[in-house]
């Protein structure tokens, strides 16, 4: 029941073979990697907004100027991130250029981040149009949450194709309103700020514009998905994935740019539980048809851009997983060809957050902006030092491109780290080491591992078969019992069974019945004083091992009884699972583990 | 450092034979068992203020009458269980009576929901003295079940000691204050009641007399205790158990006609969040010491009465238990020696009780009330059958006791449940089914089982051993397989080693490996399209079996692989796991059951 239900939302298993056929055109591709992206001038333009309208009208009209900085910063990190596609097409954008953890792991974190807050974005601008759903955006965040994730466990392939049409829907409406605003704009002329912003509260300084201009900057996020997903293009890939990512970052750029520009020009302010965009919809369209179509286009957009991380965070899991940062399962394709694990992760950590954080963006976006900055200035300062060794055509442009690019997203990082330090920001700072750390110790574990099992150093022809003492730890004599007794035999000469008696008197009676089924079997009665099964068992096994002191452990032979429904087994003591716990798992020396012997007995009912 | 912990809150594991020390002496054992049946006072008390005060003073007017009547129906109810405990002195009073499941639930509900009345009647009292803490009322109560459930996880010997001051502090104060209240009352006269009581809301029927006096009979409550511990008692067992209950009817007897005639004749009434007898003691003591006094006694004796379901409650479970009515594990002994998995349960379901009825006690009495009349009434039936019977001295008069006092808990049962009916008492009538049709189903498979099991109609000479054939998975040429191989060819001639192969190609070099290291095992590769482990190796085994056509199935030796530290066993796949739990519980027919052999192979680190 529990496979057809898993069969009904993700669909059947898909053969290994079929893998090639996942691959991605341009059109589904720009889908599948772009929203995140384009739908990050949303929350930009929100921080933008909030972290201005503090100082006024004076304030706000450094809006425009910010936003044409963000801009050229978007064309110098998607320059870089083109050069690196062509660098390394095979994928994994920051990773292979930092080559180091460090590198991978606020990729990592920002794209776990950036499923929270496009899906808070998104329910914050629906929550503008309909202002009654705005006590249930987390509920709502978690519904969306738990689409994109079914969606992503079906395969990269059908994602693509359900993301292109809110990714187009967007694309279409907002530059049509871009357009509109243009013309309304060139008509009626601008509208001063002072006549419509909200008082000062705070004077304007310069760091509150770098401040700014750090949190817009998130505008920035999503450029490197396109470089982490090389391998999901069409051949030729580097070449396909190139020309998307330049498609791409001139649709960001003129959508960011634009939306600023005619937001400060026509005097644009919003309420308090408002996003700018909504506002600049809303002076536009006046609460027509096509307000509510450009909230529903930024709804979806957002959502699809949680995508984004879904088609990169699992990605760049399986990397790390293969490389033995990770636990080895998040590199494993599951039935429908994704990786499953990396998907369910991400889901469950970003539930967690819209949880934490209340579905407010606004007070995610500290941790995001930190995890994407120090990811956008690792990878670009790695590229400075690829062109440097390398030295070929170009190379000096190439470099300063990627050193500019360094240097801003650096000087943004500091900034937010500084500015946000106490409301978020920590948090990134403090889980970062911590992750690493957990990658280090992970991955000398896999070290070790490997040394522990290799076979280097054992002698070409292995020692010779032994024997093999075996005991029963018995409870009654019954038919359970027959199963093992025979089991115990074939394979040795030497049985011996135990009887742990919980109660005095017991064991006699129990030696009695024995020896009338098994007369040539031996059998053992342990006192156990304080009715504990386990401990007199264990003490009896390593007493006879130094009694025979054969150098041989004796094998333990388990009957094991099996009810025919899984209620019926809260009616039976579980001794056997007890002993296999005790016997397999308490710490022993290499080389001195004791065999164990599961002899079921299903009941029929 | 769990046992650690373990040891410091309930003391380290008693040997079995310090089991005839846990006995109780009289004055330990009224401290032990009586506390439920005393304190019942409080809510019985309660249940008829608030039962009659609707009716205005006319209706408060007939306190005296039913709490008159009440206390010949515990004169009836307490000789019908003292001729229990003679007639069955080996202890679990209505169930060996009844003799039947349907006569020992009740008892079991009604101890499991005497708990959560007790507390939370008693964190009542706590609260009408300080009413700040009224709202906390499900904290203090949930506080006050945890200290009870770990003393009693201590052993029955401890918790005697434990509860007998409160119940000592609480008869000391309660028999001074119904003296002082007498004398009063004989100096001062009686206060009309017209003068103080609010106006009737309702008119005084004969139906709600009834329904006051259904629920004013909880007073009755934990009369039975004693006679289901009967074996706690020193010998000579029944009749020191008798003097003890016939000692506690007659205290709770003068206490409740004492405390509801003083309420009437003095004309004392209850504000909105205070009990009746908290009004009492304000009345008498004017919010001095003395009455803060009266009110820790009261919370107190609640408190402690709680442990009267943890002395009955886990000793009902285990005779159950042992009868096959409930899982065997509820009539083993824990570490203490007393009946830890029944405390356990027991503490479970009163925290759940109280939470759901947000700690009150009054929307918890229909509940209480059915469960506690019903086992009344089928314990007293049974009992005028038993005297039919056994037809010996005084028969008559004995089974006519019984009889009335059948009668009587009859009608206050129907009372309470048409009366109650909407108000939760459907609760109870719902589950008491369901839980029989447990019972009979645990029974049932109990039957089964020792059917199943049985070794009657084997041939007494068993089959003669015949030799394995016995397969390996392998995941890989490492040194985990070494142990594993030996073991296997140390068993049988005929081994086979398995390699599902998830990745095309993966196969050719493990066998290129394999051969160098053991050219003697033969190795299968078993290709898997769909990447699944357990699916190819299952039905590999079945055709191998189904190939070899002798009768028997492969053993399958599992070569497992356990890290050093838990968390270590996250970055590893469990494929054993998998291969066990499919191996082991996957229904097969019986004598078809697949042998499985456990080789651990443990890291260093």
Not at 515 to 543: I, K, N, T
Not at 571 to 586: M, V
């Amino acid at each position: 029941m529990l496979s057809k239900l898993k069969d009904l939302l993700i669909g059947p298993a898909l053969p290994t073979q079929s893998l090639g056929h996942k691959q991605l055109n341009k059109i589904r591709a720009l889908a599948a990697f772009s929203p995140d992206a384009l739908a990050s001038i949303a929350y930009a333009n929100q921080e933008i907004y909030l972290g201005l309208v503090v100082a006024g009208s004076l304030g706000l009209s450094y809006a425009w100027p910010i936003g044409l900085g963000i801009t050229s910063l978007l064309v110098i990190v998607a320059l870089s991130y083109f050069q690196t596609i062509h660098g390394y097409p095979s994928g994994g954008g920051s990773y292979i250029v930092a080559r180091t953890n460090l590198g991978t792991l606020p990729g990592l974190l920002a794209a776990a981040l950036n499923a929270a807050v496009s899906l808070t974005a998104g329910v914050a601008a629906l929550a503008s149009a309909f202002p009654d759903l705005w006590p249930h955006r987390v509920a709502i965040a978690l519904v969306l949450l738990l689409v994109i994730t079914l969606v992503n466990l079906r395969g990269l392939q059908e994602a693509g194709t359900f993301m292109a049409v809110p990714v187009y829907i967007f694309l279409g409406t907002y530059f049509s309103m871009l357009v509109y605003g243009l013309i309304r704009l060139a008509i009626e002329g601008p509208t001063p700020l002072a006549v419509v912003a909200p008082p000062a509260i705070q004077p304007l300084t310069l760091f509150l514009i770098l401040h700014t201009f750090s949190t817009g900057s998130t505008a920035l996020t999503g450029v490197e998905a396109i470089s982490n997903g090389v391998p999901a293009f069409q051949p030729p890939q580097a070449k396909n994935a190139g020309r998307t990512l330049m498609v791409m970052a001139v649709l960001m750029g003129l959508l960011f740019a634009g939306s600023i520009g005619l937001t400060q020009f026509l005097g644009v302010v919003a309420g308090p539980q408002e996003t700018i965009l909504s506002a600049l919809a809303r002076r536009l369209f006046d609460n027509g048809a096509l307000y509510y179509v450009i909230q529903f286009a930024t709804l979806g957009i957002l959502t699809v851009a949680a995508n984004t991380s879904f088609a990169g965070f699992p990605r760049l899991a399986a990397i790390l997983a293969r490389d033995g940062f990770l636990p080895r399962q998040f590199s494993s394709l599951g039935d429908r060809l994704a990786f499953t694990n990396g998907i369910l992760l991400l889901g469950f950590f970003t539930a967690v957050l819209i949880v934490l954080f209340g579905g407010d963006t606004h007070a995610l976006i500290p941790l995001f902006a930190i995890g994407a900055f120090l990811a956008f200035t690792l990878s670009q300062a790695g590229m400075v030092v690829h062109w440097w060794k390398e030295r070929g055509q170009h190379w000096g442009l190439k470099s300063s491109i990627n050193g500019i690019g360094a240097l801003a997203t650096l000087t943004t990082l500091v900034v937010v780290i500084i500015s946000k330090f106490m409301e978020g920001a920590w948090v990134t700072i403090l889980l970062i080491p911590l992750i690493v750390l957990g990658f280090r110790r992970i991955f000398a574990h896999y070290i070790r591992v490997r040394e522990e099992l290799s076979l280097k150093g054992l002698p070409p022809s292995l020692k010779p078969v032994e024997t093999t003492r075996v005991v029963i730890p018995i409870s009654g004599i019954h038919r359970g019992m027959v199963g093992a007794v025979n089991f115990a035999r074939s394979i040795s000469e030497n049985v011996t069974a135990v009887f742990v008696e919980l109660e005095p008197g017991e064991g006699e009676k129990a030696r009695v019945e024995w020896e009338a089924w098994w007369p040539d079997v031996p059998m053992v009665v342990v006192p156990s004083p304080y009715r504990s099964l386990v401990g007199p068992l264990l003490q009896f096994l390593d007493e006879t091992d130094a009694q025979h002191n054969d150098g041989q452990l004796a094998a333990v032979v388990l009957p094991e009884f099996i009810p025919g429904k899984w209620w019926q087994t809260l009616l039976h003591n579980q001794t056997a699972w007890l002993i296999k716990a005790a016997l397999l798992y308490r710490r022993r020396k290499p080389g001195r583990e004791r065999v164990v012997i599961d002899v079921p007995f299903h009941l029929r009912l």
